[in-house]
């Protein structure tokens, strides 16, 4: 909530002060532009066209089409230039005209009266997007504000194709689109910005008067992609007044569902007693037919309340809400003419989000291992088809404030997504695995739209699948043993029988797998009643790998020996124990058709009998404080059950046992190190900490690598025995260059992960003299380097004046006495011209640098 100043008091300006460039999509490549600029019709510059550039290659000039004194604002004036044109194919394509000049004297633009006005909009095409026409700007880019005051504008933009919109702050530009030189944002005493989302201008506050450019982009977005913006460069003119803008009173923003009529009333008030005036805009007015209704101009002195309604339709159902722009315009009288009153205003943004009904009538029928769903035809005829979504179990969903389709925090899954409105059945048969007996399914509908727009979801229904079959219930081991292990068999008889499908007398047949998922089961044993659910299986090996069952169940009247069907495949839990330092990591794993919600752990005494140590939810436990090398035997309970009645409940399942010996495997861990390279010392001073309080403080050493190169293997150059240093000088080094790494290593001799690798370079040095005496006196009788570091080889070349070689070496120290290196002469004195490639050490290897320069001779 804020308020902008808006004024009919003249400006100094010559021409161009605000404008943007919007298009519509009257074809698939052909487009409708307008060229909006506001300008002062006081300066008499007249402009029967302008020239569009339309960013393939192509320009015209456009028509002026209107040109309009904007009302209750003082010599300003609204011109319009529309054109037309077929683009080549798709593409994203940058708008842009340009027209001397701008006004004088803009306060952020210096010498603002030679600048160019230049305004720029883009548009892509992009036929798998739609059709793309850009926002409409409804609000005019011309304000006024007052020193001390906070301002706001909106440019009521609004999207004919229901995109989302969204605002950033750009730099004004000028002449071929630079931008302005020397241009700033205005001066503000706390901020200057823009909402990215409401896309409301606010100046916090301005402190000097006088004239102001901003300029924003309007950027559109479709299903996350950005397609196109338009720029608005406006003008805002900052003047002392003392006045009080009006205030509209908070309306929030609301989902109403299609077909419902929506009212509320909007309210503003004046402090000051002045006149106030209410307005709204928004794509909601545009409507035809069904728009939306705002008894407007309201007046009144002081306050005014008017009534917003709408009678909305199916028509209205979209992604992004509708965007209402309600502007609150004060009348203040003005001692200063021209005009004699000036006006405030205020806006406040409601967005209304309208949505599809829920579909109705929603039923689910069981039908052998699978479910039929179906329900009503979903109102809005716009939907493009269902989402079908499954739970195990009921919610109680009942959707939130605004809160369209199935959100994930209920459990449901979307299983099924169906095209056509008229596609009014699913048979869910879980993608051909069938359903589970036992388990209640839950199911929600929701009809989508092509722009994203989710209805309100359905009623939840459920159902669960006939007891016609058995029902698996338990895989237990009783026994642990490689060769006479015992596991026991529960399942739940069949209750929902058809006796003249399946008259009977019935058997059951029990097979058996190694694994979890039953694959090459073997037959185990028959039992040939009805009420025989139990079975203990001996002689078999339940240590070393899990066990899976099946019952199939058959019909065997005489002359009807037939398979009805067979249970789901359930497995044994199946436990793992990982031995680390005075502790077990346990972890299991089960496939079971019911759900399991807890397990305990339970862990063997010294009477040789079954503690409880631990329940937990998921699958892994850590038994700590243990003593290295004894030994601890574990086995696990699983509790759970089917989400339908009738069943036994809870079940309950037991694991293997196992039994492990911890160990010291934990290796302590990685120091955190730190560098310091001092490069004209050729010294590394390399410092560390260990964190002995949350890691293993069972530390014996630190470990300190080091590699000379990127390419070269790091070798150990040193180990700290006193784990309380935490600093290491590496020293009298012929290169700097390298990278480190540290390790820590335990009493047992587990080494720590590595610390993150440091990498050092060098600071090569090489400069030579520019004269030297080779007479004999002991003082500078040789040319050679000033004190040089980090260089390997050099190769320098010595000419006289006349381009003729005296002296070559590949000697880092030179060491050139003056005479000539092929007649061993003394050369004259004179300047000496040299030629000479250092190869300096770095980390990355060797690399030449080329020194040219000269150096006089003087004997005398």
């Known amino acids: 909530m804020g308020f902008i100043l808006f004024c009919n008091q003249s400006a100094n300006a010559t021409h161009n002060r605000a404008g943007e460039i919007t298009y519509r999509q009257l074809g698939l490549y052909f487009y409708e532009v307008t060229i909006t600029v506001f300008t002062q019709p006081s300066s008499n510059i007249d402009r029967p066209t302008l020239e569009l550039f339309w960013g393939d290659g192509a320009k015209d000039s456009l028509p002026r089409i209107t040109n309009d004194p904007v009302p209750g604002v003082y010599d300003v004036a609204r011109i319009t230039y529309v054109g037309t044109h077929n683009y080549p194919g798709p593409a994203t394509y940058t708008l842009h005209f340009e027209d001397q000049n701008r006004n004088a004297n803009v306060q952020n633009i210096p010498n603002s009266v030679n600048a160019a006005f230049y305004v720029q909009s883009q ?127 908070d309306v929030p923003d609301t989902c109403v569902e299609a077909r419902s009529f929506l009212s509320f009333n909007v309210t503003a008030n004046d402090i000051n007693n002045d006149p106030v005036t209410l307005t709204a805009t928004g794509g909601a007015f545009a409507l035809s037919p069904d728009s939306a209704y705002f008894a407007q101009p309201a007046s009144g002195t002081g306050t005014v309340t008017a009534a917003f309604s709408w009678q909305t339709t199916c028509m209205h159902v979209r992604k992004n809400p509708w965007t209402i722009s309600f502007k609150a315009k004060d009348t203040h009288v003005n001692n200063l003419p021209p005009p004699p009153s000036i006006s405030f205003v205020d806006f406040e943004t409601v967005n209304i989000t309208v949505v599809a009904p829920a579909p109705k009538n929603l039923t689910v029928v069981p039908i052998g291992n699978s479910m039929t769903v179906t329900w009503d035809k979903e109102f809005c005829d716009s939907a493009k088809g269902y989402y079908v979504y499954r739970r195990n179990g009921f919610y109680g969903y009942v959707h939130g404030y605004c809160e369209t389709g199935v959100p994930a925090y209920t459990g449901y899954v979307k299983v099924a997504t169906l095209q056509g409105i008229n596609t009014l059945t699913f048979t869910d048969n879980n993608n051909a695995a069938g359903l589970i007996p036992g388990i209640d399914y839950c199911y929600m509908i929701v009809a989508w739209f092509a722009d994203g727009a989710e209805s309100y979801a359905s009623d939840e229904v459920c159902a669960q699948l006939k007891h016609d079959l058995p029902v698996i219930t338990n895989v237990s081991i009783d026994t642990t043993n490689n060769i006479n292990g015992k596991c026991y068999v529960a399942w739940s008889k069949p209750i929902d029988l058809d006796s003249t499908i399946t008259p009977g007398p019935y058997i059951y047949y029990l097979y058996r797998a190694t694994g979890f998922t039953g694959q090459n089961a073997v037959l185990v044993d028959s039992l040939f009643s009805l009420n025989d659910t139990t079975y203990t299986d001996t002689v078999i090996n339940t240590r070393d790998n899990p066990l899976s069952y099946r019952i199939d169940f058959y019909n065997n009247t005489p002359g009807q020996y037939f398979k009805v069907g067979s249970t789901q495949v359930a497995s044994s839990v199946f436990l793992t124990p990982s031995p680390t330092d005075k502790a077990v990591v346990l972890t299991w794993t089960e496939q079971v058709p019911w759900q399991n919600g807890a397990y305990t752990i339970f862990r063997r005494n010294i009477l040789n009998t079954w503690d409880s140590i631990n329940t937990v939810n998921a699958k892994i436990y850590k038994d700590t404080g243990l003593v290295n090398g004894n030994q601890y035997c574990y086995r696990v309970q699983s509790i759970g059950g089917y989400s339908a009645g009738g069943y036994v409940f809870p079940i309950v399942n037991y694991s293997q046992e196992v039994c492990a010996v911890p160990i010291d495997n934990e290796p302590p861990c990685a120091p955190v190190m730190k560098l310091q390279s001092l490069c004209e010392l050729q010294r590394n001073v390399i410092t560390w900490q260990y964190d002995f309080i949350n890691c293993p403080n069972d530390v014996q050493q630190f470990n300190i690598y080091y590699a000379p190169t990127l390419t070269a293997d790091p070798q150990l150059i040193a180990v700290i025995t006193n784990v309380s240093d935490t600093i290491f000088v590496h020293d009298t080094l012929a290169s700097v260059a390298g990278c480190y790494y540290m390790t820590a290593t335990d009493f047992i001799g587990n080494e720590s992960a590595k610390s993150d690798s440091i990498c050092v370079d060098n600071c090569p040095l090489y400069e030579l003299p520019n004269v030297f005496t080779p007479n004999g006196d002991g003082i500078n009788d040789l040319f050679h380097p000033f004190p040089y570091s980090y260089v390997e080889k050099i190769r320098i070349v010595i000419y006289d004046r006349w381009g003729r070689e005296i002296f070559t070496t590949e000697n880092p120290d030179i060491n050139w006495d003056g005479n000539n290196q092929q007649s061993n002469k003394p050369c004259p004195d004179g300047v000496y011209y040299y030629i000479c490639t250092v190869y300096e050490l770095y980390l990355d290897g060797l690399k030449p640098r080329t020194l040219t320069g000269f150096v006089q001779l003087l004997r005398n």
């Open 123 to 249: 548009l892509t095409i992009n036929p798998f997007l739609g059709a793309n026409s850009s926002p409409q700007l409804l609000n005019y880019p011309i304000d006024m504000g007052a020193v001390g005051a906070i301002f706001i504008h909106n440019a009521g933009a609004v999207d004919p194709d229901g995109d989302s919109l969204s605002y950033e702050l750009f730099i004004c530009k000028c002449g071929g689109g630079i931008n302005c030189p020397g241009y700033t944002f205005p001066d503000a005493t706390n901020s200057f910005s823009i909402d990215a989302i409401t896309g409301d201008l606010v100046w916090d506050t301005p402190k000097f008067i006088g004239l102001y450019n901003a300029a924003f982009l309007i950027k559109e977005w479709r299903k996350g992609i950005n397609i196109g913006y338009v720029e608005r460069d406006m003008q805002i003119e900052i003047i002392n007044i003392n006045n009080d803008p009006p205030v509209i009173v």
